[in-house]
C-alpha cells in the first residue's frame, strides 16, 4: 500500500483480556519495527523484523507481549492478559531495510486498558 | 549504546518568531539523525535526516537541523514559526551500519501563540 497502515485504530480492552495490534507496511519493505508511546513520554523500541532473520526481541517488556510476522508482510503484536501499564499508543514503522531509507511510521493504535 | 536527550520539554513561542529545538545524542560514531514531528492523534512524520555530507540539512515546512559533532548536537531550527507548526517534535539517532532500530529522545512539546 500506500503507506502503513495499523488497525484498530482504537482499542479499548478489560484488564486481563488479550488483545490483538496489526500492522501492514508499505509494499516491497523488509524491515518492521513495533514501538510503545506511553502518555507524556518518548517511543519506546518493542521489536524489529527483518526479512526471514530471527526478530530482535529485545525491547518486549515482559513475556506477555508476542509479535509475529506472516510472509513477511503483515505483523501482529500480542498482548496477553492486559494490565494498566499496557495502555499507550502503540507504532508500527517499516523501512527499506537498509540504513533507515524510506522508514516511514503508520498513525499508531491507542490501547486503553481499563 | 546510543540515547538522546531533549532538554526542552515544552516550548512556547510567537507566531512569527524564530524557533529552536535542541537535540544532543550519545553515540560511539557518528550516526543516522532524525528529527520526526508528531500532531494530535496523528503519527510521526520526518521533517528531515542527516546521515552523511553537508552538516545543514533542510527538511520541510521549512525546517532546517544542524549537526555538530563536537557538540554531540542536532538542534532544529525555523525562521519564523506559523500555527500550524504546534504540535510535538522527536529527535532520533540511529546506528550505522544497522538498521535495527531508532531511540528517540523524550520530546518536546511546541505551542504557538497567535
Known amino acids: 500500500g500506500a503507506g502503513v497502515s495499523q488497525s484498530p485504530s482504537n482499542k479499548v480492552t478489560e484488564k486481563g483480556k488479550d488483545v490483538e495490534l496489526r500492522c501492514d507496511p508499505i509494499s516491497g519493505h523488509t524491515a518492521l519495527y513495533w514501538y510503545r508511546q506511553s502518555l507524556g513520554q518518548g517511543l519506546e523500541f518493542l521489536i524489529y523484523?527483518?526479512?526471514?532473520?530471527?526478530?530482535?526481541k529485545s525491547g518486549l517488556p515482559s513475556d506477555r507481549f508476542s509479535a509475529e510476522r506472516t510472509g513477511g508482510s503483515v505483523s501482529t503484536l500480542t498482548i496477553q492478559r492486559t494490565q494498566q501499564e499496557d495502555s499507550a499508543v502503540y507504532l508500527c514503522?517499516?523501512?527499506?531495510?537498509?540504513?533507515?531509507?524510506?522508514?516511514?511510521f503508520g498513525s499508531g493504535t491507542r490501547l486503553t486498558v481499563v | 549504546a546510543q540515547s538522546v536527550t531533549q532538554p526542552d520539554i515544552h516550548i512556547t513561542v510567537s507566531e512569527g518568531a524564530s524557533l529552536e529545538l535542541r537535540c544532543n545524542y550519545s553515540y560511539g560514531a557518528t550516526p543516522y539523525l532524525f528529527w520526526y514531528v508528531q500532531s494530535p492523534g496523528q503519527g510521526l512524520q520526518l521533517l528531515l535526516k542527516y546521515f552523511s555530507g553537508d552538516t545543514l540539512v533542510q527538511g520541510i515546512k521549512g525546517f532546517e537541523a544542524e549537526f555538530k559533532r563536537s557538540q554531540s548536537s542536532f538542534n532544529l531550527r525555523k525562521p519564523s514559526v506559523h500555527w500550524s507548526d504546534a504540535a510535538e517534535y522527536f529527535c532520533a539517532v540511529g546506528a550505522r551500519g544497522s538498521a535495527r532500530q531508532l531511540t528517540f529522545g523524550s520530546g518536546t512539546q511546541l505551542t504557538v501563540l497567535p
Open positions: 523484523f527483518q526479512g526471514n532473520s530471527a526478530p530482535d
Open positions: 514503522a517499516s523501512s527499506t531495510g537498509t540504513a533507515f531509507y524510506g522508514y516511514t
